[in-house]
T-cell receptor
Framework: DSGVTQTPKHLITATGQRVTLRCSPR?????VYWYQQSLDQGLQFLIQ???????AKGNILERFSAQQFPDLHSELNLSSLELGDSALYFC???????????????FGSGTRLTVV | DAKTTQPPSMDCAEGRAANLPCNHS???????VYWYRQIHSQGPQYIIH???NNETNEMASLIITEDRKSSTLILPHATLRDTAVYYC???????????FGTGTSLTVIP
C-alpha cells in the first residue's frame, strides 16, 4: 500500500457520460498529480494541484477538469466521454509544492476506466 | 526538463545483474536523474535518484557518468518480479511534474 488511495478501481460507463475519479494523497502530502495511461501509450501528465490550487497543466482535454479540496483529496471529472478516453488514470502525491521530494512522487494503484 | 533516451526493451537472466542505460545529454546542472518502474499496469514505483554521485539503496544502484550525460541503473540480482517498464527521468529537484517517456521494458528470464 503506497498510501495514495484511488477510487474506484474499475469503472465502466457509456459514451457521452460523466464520471468522477477520486484520489486521497498520502498523509502529509500537499501536491496531487493526475496522469493518464492509454493502451500502448506512456504516462501522460494531466494536471497538478498544490494545497487546493492548480499548479500546472499538461495534456488535459477541455472535457476534463479537476479540483483539490480543503482536506487535500482530489477529484478528476471526465465528461462527454468518448471511447478514446478508456485508460488507466493514476494519481500521485508529493510533499512539496514544487513537486519533488527525496522520493519524487508516490503513485496510487490507478482507476481503470472503460468507455463502451 | 531534460530529454532522456532509453532502449525500448532488454532481457536479463534471473540472478544476474540488470544494467539499464539512459542517455540524458541535455541535462542541466541542477537536474536530478530519477528512476521509476511500472509493473504491469500498477502505479509507477520510485527506485532511486541522483545528481552527480553514484547512489545505492536497497533496490538498486545508480551510476552517473562524470559528464552527467548518461546513467545506468543496476539491479544487482534480477528476479522475475523485476520484470517491468523502467523509466529514466531528468528533473529539477524543485521542479514540477514528471514527464515520462516510453521507458525500457525489462524482461527477466528464468
Amino acid at each position: 500500500d503506497s498510501g495514495v488511495t484511488q477510487t474506484p478501481k474499475h469503472l465502466i460507463t457509456a459514451t457521452g457520460q460523466r464520471v468522477t475519479l477520486r484520489c486521497s494523497p498520502r498523509s502529509g502530502d500537499l501536491s496531487v498529480y493526475w496522469y493518464q495511461q492509454s493502451l500502448d501509450q506512456g504516462l501522460q501528465f494531466l494536471i497538478q494541484y498544490y494545497n487546493g490550487e492548480e499548479r500546472a497543466k499538461g495534456n488535459i482535454l477541455e472535457r476534463f477538469s479537476a479540483q483539490q479540496f480543503p482536506d487535500l483529496h482530489s477529484e478528476l471529472n471526465l465528461s462527454s466521454l468518448e471511447l478514446g478516453d478508456s485508460a488507466l488514470y493514476f494519481c500521485a502525491s508529493s510533499v512539496a509544492g514544487a513537486g519533488l521530494t527525496n522520493y519524487g512522487y508516490t503513485f496510487g494503484s490507478g482507476t481503470r476506466l472503460t468507455v463502451v | 526538463d531534460a530529454k532522456t533516451t532509453q532502449p525500448p526493451s532488454m532481457d536479463c537472466a534471473e540472478g544476474r545483474a540488470a544494467n539499464l542505460p539512459c542517455n540524458h545529454s541535455t541535462i542541466s546542472g541542477n537536474e536530478y536523474v530519477y528512476w521509476y518502474r511500472q509493473i504491469h499496469s500498477q502505479g509507477p514505483q520510485y527506485i532511486i535518484h541522483g545528481l552527480k554521485n553514484n547512489e545505492t539503496n536497497e533496490m538498486a544502484s545508480l551510476i552517473i557518468t562524470e559528464d552527467r550525460k548518461s546513467s545506468t541503473l543496476i539491479l544487482p540480482h534480477a528476479t522475475l518480479r523485476d520484470t517491468a517498464v523502467y523509466y529514466c527521468i531528468g528533473s529539477m529537484y524543485t521542479g514540477n511534474q514528471f514527464y515520462f517517456g516510453t521507458g525500457t521494458s525489462l524482461t527477466v528470464i528464468p
